[in-house]
């Protein structure tokens, strides 16, 4: 689960008070470990929200979470084996930081999530048809920056309020201003504009990912095209067509929008997941941008 600020506060709302809650938090991940470090879930008397992993590691912190709320504790540090001692078989081991919730924390904490929400990474789908539609509402929940572009205002209808929307007659000038690190995805009516924007995006040497929707056949028809036009041939080989057709390279068989989308958000995240191992130069097995560390 990613916490927003508002669900922060709804929360905080709910318990009562800031001091009333605690925050747990991964401050440090040695081996195999179900999150990674810099995690947290906050813990009420009667609720939580937000995970550090879940299964018997998260139940033994909530229930010494509630101990330090009902002994007016302020704090703990826990050193946690995730082996057959607590019945979990990760084989790792965590450190995880029990503060009791202050207003400061709560303001680093919201600033962290901006950071983050800041830091996401942003997907261009090109075409509101309905394999479109489905993508955006699978990949609406992921933690992206989702935008849906059409030379259709009244296609750009009925998609999750977090999703951006642009209606433009001319969609390959957006892949010209996109943020680094964008990635595109081409579905659109007109297999001449796919190809215009497709042949736009492969210019972009920084996106993890440039799919487009078709066939083995619309490939070959776009591979012609694409050189015919004098583009370079290396940049082919970046280009994901059809989407989804990875994880069954011999065709699935199974057309419907919301399972081309669920295949294709899947292998967007890991291509989007491969970059972000590249450039992210935060620590493996700390946070440094912990929360509650003293």
């Known amino acids: 689960m990613t916490l927003t600020a508002a ?18 938090e991964l401050s440090a991940v040695r081996g195999s470990s ?22 018997a590691l ?32 990760c084989g790792g081991r965590v450190d995880v930081a029990l503060r009791r919730l202050s207003d400061d924390i709560v303001t680093r904490l919201k600033a962290r999530i901006a950071n983050e929400l800041a830091a996401r990474p942003h997907i261009y789908l090109f075409g509101s048809g309905h394999v479109g539609h489905a993508l955006a509402r699978a990949l ?5 920056h989702v ?9 750009l209808t009925d998609l999750p309020a977090n999703i951006t929307t642009h209606a433009v007659p ?14 595109y995805v081409i579905l659109t009516h007109d297999h001449a504009l796919d190809f215009l924007i497709g042949a736009e995006a492969l210019q972009r040497a920084d996106a993890p990912y440039v799919g487009m929707v078709g066939s083995k056949t619309k490939r070959a028809r776009f591979r012609s095209w694409y050189l015919e036009e004098g583009y370079p041939a290396a940049a082919l080989d970046r280009l994901v067509l059809p989407i ?32 972000e191992v590249i450039v992210n130069t935060r620590p493996v097995t700390t946070q440094s941008g912990a929360v509650v560390a003293d």
């Open 58 to 89: 998260e139940y033994m912190v909530i229930d010494r979470a509630r101990q330090v709320l009902r002994n007016g504790e302020h704090s703990d540090d826990l050193d946690i084996p995730l082996g057959p001692e607590i019945g979990q078989c």
């Open 7 to 24: 669900a922060i506060d709804s929360f905080l709302a709910r318990a009562g008070s800031v001091t009333s809650v605690i925050i747990a």
């Open 244 to 275: 989804g057709g990875k994880a069954f390279p011999d065709g699935m068989g199974d057309k419907r929008p919301e399972v081309i989308a669920a295949l294709a958000a899947a292998e967007i995240m890991v291509h989007v997941g491969r970059r």
């Open 34 to 55: 179900p999150r990674e470090a810099g995690a947290f879930m906050l813990v009420s008397a009667t609720g939580q929200t937000g995970t550090i992993g879940g299964g």
């Open 140 to 144: 609406s929940a992921l933690p992206l």
């Open 170 to 183: 001319m969609p390959e000038a957006l892949v010209r201003a996109a943020p680094v690190g964008s990635s």
């Open 147 to 155: 935008h849906v572009v059409d030379t259709r205002p009244d296609e």
